[in-house]
């Protein structure tokens, strides 16, 4: 953990908290960095079941810290040691297999909308403003933003979004299928942990599992994607998990999943 990045781990939610709230979190060399070593804690951390990403403040993120850019004399180098470290730890956090939410709230724009992006599942405030942003200052997009948002809602509306830059409200966001939910601000917090404790008491293979097969989908044709999925399930088959969820079933008891 660092003075800018805030991990806590409880119950196996791994909450991740960007802490630069008098900058909208944007993301400086100290946050990239500090993002890269708590993935890479939370990777080798077996008791880790789902990952949350926050920011504190009354923004997720602002995107990148551009004074910083500013200032530096070599910005090519600049650049590549900023973005790095961040596109490290999100490779990290992908084949990981673990599920990630994030809430938002405020201004979402640059980088912090491809990390809301990249995210399996996003709750956002009723105040969030998304707003892709990059060519507002000279630069494509990074984290992964083009790549998620065409998955999201495909290249001609993706185009829309990247080239005109214009803000996205909430209730945009949910009817384009780029959040999930929409609730009050009050109400953020409480709502995305509600959903990742509901994450972390399922099975965590077959969870882990069911995140690829769905990730994966658009990549394969259909003869693959059976093929993947006869996989996973016998590889679940075989776990003390899959005996517990047949015995709860069939008992009409909830069940415990101990990950073996």
Known sequence: MTDVVEL??????????????????????????????VVQRIVADPSVRVVVLSGDGRAFMAGGDLAY??????????????????HEALVALNDSGLPVLAAIQGAVAGAGLSL?????????????????????????????????????????????????????????ALALGLVNRVVPNADLEAETLNWAKRIASGPP?????TRGLIARATGRDFADHLAAELEAFVACAGTEDFEEALDAFLGKRAPVFTGR
């Open 69 to 86: 850019l500013k200032a530096a004399t070599d910005r090519p180098r600049a650049a590549r040691e900023l973005i790095a470290p961040i």
């Open 205 to 209: 293979l077959a969870t882990r599992l």
């Open 8 to 37: 806590t781990v409880e119950d196996g939610i791994a909450r991740i908290r960007f802490r630069r709230p008098d900058r909208l979190n944007a993301l400086n060399l100290a946050m990239t960095t500090g993002f890269r070593a």
């Open 116 to 172: 809301a992006l990249f995210a399996d599942l996003v709750i956002a405030a009723g105040d969030a403003k998304l707003n892709m942003a990059y060519l507002k200052v000279g630069a494509p997009a990074d984290c992964g933003g083009a790549w998620s948002l065409t998955r999201l809602v495909g290249p001609r509306k993706a185009m829309e979004i990247a080239l005109l830059c214009e803000p996205i409200d909430a209730a945009g």
